[in-house]
């Protein structure tokens, strides 16, 4: 059956019967950098000594770099093919393994409930939040996800080893909730730990119980875990880790698997093959030190997202009441260009119009959610005065100018910043004034207050 979405795909693969894999030989000293390739957005290679295997279509096999043809042509399922078509973004010349679950094809879009409301949460409110999801329009905008994190259990299993939900909080149960939110067309999302304890330490972490924690998860209806890092016995999360990747792909129930150890171990290096999105950096806090501390953290791994797997810089604190509109608007504007999961961090049942229309941007929202699937970056620095920027589907680019500094400034992005020839003649859209500035070549200029930023999308007319 053919999934619902399929954006990391740059052409209608699906519809073709087959895919074919065709193995070349690369001779020792020679590197192919794909992000150089010419076919229509990028292909997927994987070098192992001195061979690679490259992915693309039978329609396309006359296209170059075929150097010399080394073993055979098989052929393979369309599904089994996207799995490799999902590498766009790693490191120069080497495909990135994908967790085989086939989600997270786009940056997840949804809520979590630490940031705002920390161990105070209920049924009630997963309820309620699913239903402002809703009834706010942020749901048909693209937030699907209803997360839970730590405190939704009791401090100890029961006999039979299983977690438990708190009676006290949680009485009718998990599988209760995940219909009721089910029912609103949403995804419930849940909380747990590689280690023997969550880490407010009132509930017991998955370290040792992968496979059951994972198959009772399935049997609620859970779509996604969060996977935190507390209590860990000292062991390396590249050991810790991996065990719950199978366990949920063991369980039976495709489960998007986030992965939160804080960036320690650089996991952007190895998690691509386990999970759905890994952490870059520490918990983020609502101040504009932090939130632009984490961006930067982040930038450094752009290389290894892409489709199936993406950093994750942490949760937008958007609506929270610790930073100015201008400095969310910042944030929600990185966030977006990074391709950062876009996980509502604040209290929908009450944000403000001015909240919501900074979450509900449909012209930031499609930045983030591009089916080329490749993480925006700083691409030029000049003091507090920054240009960001990557490339999106159709030969776009999405710019954003943003001024760190404590006063107003004028910002250019050259042509060569961005990697567009200088003879290119673009329309400059404003994403956050909905304006179009048609004829522009060269240069993009603006004027941009202090911590604020302006997000354009170029295209070449």
Known sequence: MRPNKTPFLP???????????IFIYIPDGFDIDVGQLSFPEKLNIERSGSCAKMAYPARDRGWGLVLELLLCFCWVSTMDAARYLGSVGSEPGVRRSLIANGLGLTPPMGWN???????????????????AMVSSGLAAVGY????????????????QGNLVPRASTFPSGMKALADYVHGKGLKLGIYSDAGTQTCSKTMPGSLGHEEKDAKQFASWGIDYLKYD???NTGTSPKERYPKMSTALLNSGRPIFFSLCEWGQEDPATWAPSLGNS??????IGDNWNSMTSRADQNDKWASYAGPGGWNDPDMLEVGNG????????SHFSIWALAKAPLLIGCDIRGMSNVTFELLSNKEIIAVNQDKLGVQGKRLKKDGDLEVWGGPLSNNRVAVVLWNRGSSQARITAYWS???LEP???????????HSTQSSVQGQLTATVDSHASKMYVLTPQ
């Open 11 to 21: 052409f209608d693969s699906y519809q073709m019967l087959t895919m074919m894999y």
């Open 113 to 131: 409930s630490w940031n705002h409301f920390h161990c105070h949460i209920d049924e009630n409110l997963i309820k309620q939040t699913a239903d």
């Open 144 to 159: 699907i996800y209803v997360n839970l994190d730590d405190c939704w259990g009791e401090l100890n299993r029961d006999s």
């Open 229 to 231: 890092n507390c209590q």
């Open 278 to 283: 890994w952490r870059t950096t520490g918990d």
């Open 322 to 329: 610790g930073m100015t509109t201008e400095e969310y608007r």
């Open 417 to 419: 910043d961005i990697g």
């Open 423 to 433: 003879s290119t003649v673009v329309k400059a859209r404003d994403l956050w004034a």
